[in-house]
């Protein structure tokens, strides 16, 4: 598409393609290791990037390390999440347009990330590749950022690293825009594709079953607990637990608490909890 052929609106816009990198794929006892931006416009090459690994202050599992290749010594000295999130804010701006590839699985993790440190989320519009490409491409075999980008000659391999792949999203997207309708305004985006915003990520809350209703009451009352955990592949330990919130995947509970062993937010498993007992 060239110059004359992008509707005065769209080159106006800066957008900001995103996207992160994490020590699991659940966002609310997850956290994240690596985030990175690209911002740009249209009508003009040159782009500014924003990246930086983050201190998740817990364990990287080894199988995730063995995707983006981050290591627990990488991040040992980066700087903690609420540092980062804060620059990536004032770096997206206000009024740039967001843009990650399934971005819903992007947005939970600096949503909720937010949230936890409460911090604002901005009101961006964020746009999906994953749904440009599905609407304006429907017959690929598959809508992954590896498949898209082998398939129109962007890049061989996703080296699964936050910067490397924002880059890869600002083609595609660029490599998109020969199909989009006319954009004239920002309503637009929202009629002819899905949008999203930070609010849009969904934090799963739960209680605990009515068994623990003792434990339900002190994440209330913000009372410690001590427990004992049988976490995999280690003894049982004592531990006396600040537990903030309660999260549910499929049939397991999982607690968001302050430990103060760790001295750092953890999340246990309610199953690997073998016993436990209010503290006033």
């Given amino acids: 598409m060239t110059q004359e052929q992008i509707s005065e609106y769209l080159q106006q816009q800066t957008f900001v393609a995103f996207d992160t990198e994490t020590t699991g794929m659940w966002a609310p006892i997850n956290q994240l290791v690596e985030i990175a931006a690209v911002k740009f ?56 347009i967001l843009i990650a590839h399934n971005a819903p699985f992007d947005i939970s993790f600096i949503g909720n990330s937010l949230n936890r440190l409460g911090l604002k989320g901005g009101k961006n519009l964020i746009l999906d590749t994953v ?3 599905r609407r304006f491409f429907p017959d690929l075999r598959s809508y992954s950022l590896q498949n898209l980008i082998k398939h129109f000659h962007i890049a061989q391999e996703q080296q699964h690293r936050a910067l490397s792949d924002a880059l890869m999203v600002v083609l595609l997207f660029q490599k998109a825009l020969t199909k989009f309708p006319p954009i004239n305004c920002r309503d637009d985006f929202k009629k002819f594709m899905i949008t999203y915003t930070m609010s849009h990520w969904k934090q799963n809350l739960s209680k605990l079953p009515e068994s623990y209703a003792d434990f339900n009451e002190a994440i209330e009352k913000k009372l410690k607990v001590e427990i004992d955990y049988d976490p995999p592949q280690k003894a049982s330990q004592k531990r006396i637990i600040h537990p903030q919130q309660v999260y ?33």
């Fill in 131 to 133: 749904d440009i490409y």
């Fill in 41 to 96: 416009k249209l009508v003009d090459s040159q782009k500014e990037e924003f990246q930086s690994l983050v201190n998740p202050e817990r364990e990287i599992p080894q199988d995730v390390i063995e995707i983006h290749g981050i290591t627990n010594e990488m991040v040992k000295n980066a700087p903690t999440l609420k540092s980062i999130l804060t620059q990536f804010r004032d770096f997206c701006g206000n009024d740039s």
């Fill in 248 to 280: 549910k995947l499929g049939s397991i509970y999982y607690i968001s608490s302050y430990c103060e062993l760790a001295q750092a937010e953890r999340v246990f498993r309610l199953d690997r909890i073998l016993k436990y007992k209010v503290l006033n």
